[in-house]
């Protein structure tokens, strides 16, 4: 399946639903591998923006909407646009916006589904890359939950529960494709409780928001309006976590199960998505076949005159990348004649996961303490962080020792460690330490 855009640019222009302000789109083709890109053109210098979970707004300081940002500069309210992009499978394109927020139009994608078509989507000439969730993720805050199921299509079902209102609960559960998206859920339009209004106006919400755009449900059923489906509620929240799951950057192969979820539990899955792709990509760059071919740039000799560490508590064999302040990638041997495996599960060796970290911790010394004005200094334990075990390092096995900065000072440095085993993650850590006068 080869990636999509449009063959001709479109415009469309609207009131947002919750800054009220007038806002304009256009829409324009754009070439393969650009991905969806917002260009703000009421703001100098036109500063674009990725429509990417990388550049998310604040969902709890930004509620009721999914939101992009480039610093000060924000794009609020891209959720149905983004669903339609996503339900359509179109994968380039660049949107000229004016204004801070997507047009609210009747509050649900099917304008902007009719626009998309009548533009005719086109074939283009790379293919289209598609992430499978591989086993279940679930996300769970207070009575809401998210799941990620492996599927060989894109599936989303959703439970959807007011109780105490006319909606009671509703189901729907969709196989999600251009039809069945432009039929059954590209119409559904956003809702709200005729008792949540006060509280949305009071948060400054809604100002772009009446009866024509949103179905507002009081006490005896809806007010001012109709129904498109007996259940369009839920089919309105399968369309906003198909906008948020289009800020993952690429087509989904799971099977997605919502139960009272909305942007801030939607948009956490998206994170754990796109943290387990950067995982997987960063395991197969680093497997055993291109470690193998590598020459080393430090050997033992060399390390010994950066870090003051000696056997039998070195436990980095050689430098085979290095990248200064960057990045570095070292390698440990895990021999069966190791100190350790004397007194540690001596009946099943495993070496022991704090001195998985401390090979870490070696390696990431090695990279700031081979700098010119760092060297005679030692790097100490400030913190450790977020440290997980994946996978058991045993004898003869290969520890390939990867190390990112994430920040680095005159005296403080914070750096990202993975420990890989065959190409999977045995223990990773972010680590912080200081750098003092040797």
């Not at 669903?83 to 949107?95: E, H, M, R």
């Not at 507002?216 to 929240?237: D, L, Q, T, Y």
């Not at 990202?416 to 330490?433: H, N, R, S, T």
Request: net charge neutral; aromatic share 6%.
């Amino acid at each position: 399946m080869n990636q999509k855009t449009i063959e001709r640019p479109f415009s469309i222009e609207g009131t947002g639903l919750h800054t009220g302000e007038k806002v304009s789109l256009v829409v324009n083709p754009a070439p393969a591998g650009t991905g969806i890109i917002f260009i703000r053109k009421d703001i100098p210098e036109n500063p674009a923006i990725k429509a990417d979970i990388n550049f998310l707004l604040d969902v709890e300081k930004y509620p009721r909407r999914s939101s992009i940002s480039s610093g000060n500069v924000h794009i609020h309210t891209i959720e149905h646009l983004m669903s339609a992009v996503y339900g359509l499978g179109i994968d380039n394109l660049i949107i000229e916006i004016k204004g801070a927020e997507c047009p609210g139009l009747d509050g649900s994608a099917l304008v902007l589904v009719q626009k998309f078509l009548e533009s005719r989507i086109v074939e283009q000439n790379e293919s289209k890359n598609f992430y499978r969730v591989k086993e279940p993720i679930y996300i769970s805050e207070n009575s809401s939950h998210i799941v990620a199921l492996p599927s060989d299509t894109l599936r989303i079902s959703y439970t959807l529960d007011y109780p105490n209102s006319v909606i009671k609960s509703q189901y729907a559960s969709f196989e999600v494709n251009t039809e069945s998206y432009a039929r059954e859920i590209a119409p559904a339009r956003t809702f709200c409780l005729e008792e949540e209004v006060e509280k949305l106006k009071s948060l400054g919400l809604g100002k772009g928001s009446d009866f024509s755009n949103t179905v507002v449900i009081g006490a005896n059923g809806i007010i001012k309006n109709s129904f498109r489906f007996p259940n369009e509620p839920v089919r309105h929240k399968i369309c906003d976590l198909i906008g948020d799951l289009a800020l993952l950057g690429m087509p989904l192969r799971a099977h997605i199960i919502g139960i009272r979820s909305g942007h801030a539990l939607n948009t956490k899955l998206v994170k754990s998505l796109k943290n387990l792709m950067h995982r997987e990509k960063a395991s197969a760059v680093y497997s055993d076949v291109s470690i193998e071919k590598r020459k080393p740039v430090l050997e033992i000799e060399d390390i010994e005159k950066i870090i003051p560490h000696r056997f039998p508590f070195l436990l980095v064999d050689r430098i085979i990348e290095l990248e200064e302040d960057k990045r570095v990638i070292g390698i440990k041997n895990v021999s069966a004649n190791e100190w350790f495996f004397q007194g540690h599960f001596p009946g099943r060796p495993v070496m022991p996961g704090v001195l998985i970290v401390e090979a870490i911790a070696q390696v990431a010394g090695v990279l700031m303490l081979s700098k010119k004005e760092n060297q005679g200094k030692l790097a100490f334990f400030m913190s450790i962080e977020q440290a997980k075990f994946r996978r058991a390092v045993k004898p003869g096995d290969q520890l390939v020792l990867k190390v990112e900065v994430s920040r680095l000072k005159s005296k403080v440095g914070q750096v990202q460690g993975k420990a890989y085993v065959d190409d999977k993650i045995a223990c990773e850590a972010v680590l912080m330490f200081a750098l003092v006068d040797g």
